[in-house]
């Protein structure tokens, strides 16, 4: 269930914003039967299953509805093709799929979820944007060819989704962003969503914050990794929603600490963050303090939530 605290007042103030927030949190639960609500702007977050670990960590994912339907897919960890699935979600729907890290915990259902796509018979190409390559991880390109490259790839069987003589026409797309590439650059836009990225991670697995907007709202998306601050307040100035997906702990990522909620909610009041996000996975997050910190609204999301900027 979302869990929604407002902005740091104490006082007489404690009981109103409790009862609002609870309130609020009824009405977004009710919302979440299978998707958002048809109207409007709405984020999900899925991966249930990954989350009800007994360590309680999760490899979250991200669906970006509009109108009813879902138009853009952040990650794709566990969990998140079964999860896609019984939203009532479709591939032929999205219009792009974003990755901020290529590691097992955001790209280990890419395939399957792939798979579940044949059916609904999409017949435009699905543009891929992820990290370039370093030192522990290919490129976003070598890795989507390396899983269905018609010769040498994983699920070659697959193959006609990169090739461009074969009979599908429906084609993947897979693109890299490039560390040089600047922040305010548009990486994908159509007439529903304009997207743009920030590297966040340079080595040894690069990782990238993305920044949407969709319609008169703007969603940014983050992991709790990064080297310097300033680029994501730089890509988050004056947000919507920023989402915080809290890292699991992996040897690999040891290279670059995982910032303290606090410093990145301070962050978000230096940069404008109307409202700030965090995955409720992992350790306890001193909430207490993090309201305190953060003078917008802050939301604590579980599997299946939804939330609109």
């Known amino acids: 269930m979302v869990e929604v605290i407002g902005p740091g007042i ?29 109207a409007g702007v709405q984020v999900q977050v899925l991966g249930a299953a990954a989350a009800q670990t007994q360590e309680g960590r999760s490899s979250t994912s991200y669906l970006i509805w509009l109108d009813g339907k879902g138009r853009a897919l952040v990650n794709a960890g566990a969990d998140t093709a079964a999860s896609f699935t019984a939203t009532g979600a479709h591939v032929t729907d999205l219009d792009v799929m974003l990755f901020t890290q290529l590691d097992v915990a955001n790209t280990g259902d890419f395939p399957w979820l792939i798979q579940l796509s044949l059916p609904e018979k999409r017949s435009r190409p699905l543009p891929i944007y992820g990290p370039d390559r370093g030192k522990l991880m290919p490129s976003t390109v ?60 340079r080595e040894p697995l690069p990782a990238l914050a993305w920044r949407i907007q969709v319609g008169a709202k703007t969603i940014v998306f983050s992991g709790d990794r990064v080297e310097n601050l300033t680029y994501l307040g ?25 910032l303290t909620a606090s410093a990145l909610a301070n962050m978000a009041n230096d940069f404008g963050v109307r409202k700030l996000a965090f995955t409720d996975q992992g350790p306890p997050l001193d909430k207490q303090t993090l309201l305190d910190a953060h003078r917008g609204s802050l939301t604590f999301l579980a599997p299946l939530d939804c939330l609109s900027p």
């Open 10 to 38: 104490s006082g007489r103030h404690s009981l109103r914003r409790l009862i609002a927030g609870v309130l609020l949190s009824l009405h977004w639960s009710l919302a979440v039967a299978g998707g958002c609500e048809a």
């Open 234 to 258: 730089q890509l988050a100035r004056k947000a919507d929603l920023l989402i915080i997906s809290r890292s699991i702990d992996d040897v690999a990522e040891s290279a670059v600490q995982a």
């Open 142 to 201: 070598t890795f989507v060819r390396t899983l269905f490259d018609s010769k040498r790839g994983v699920y070659r069987y697959l193959g006609d989704l990169l090739d461009p003589l074969g009979k599908r026409t429906y084609k993947l797309q897979p693109q890299d962003i490039t560390q040089k590439q600047r922040a305010d650059a548009v990486v994908y836009s159509n007439d529903r969503l304009l997207v743009t990225a920030s590297t966040l991670v």
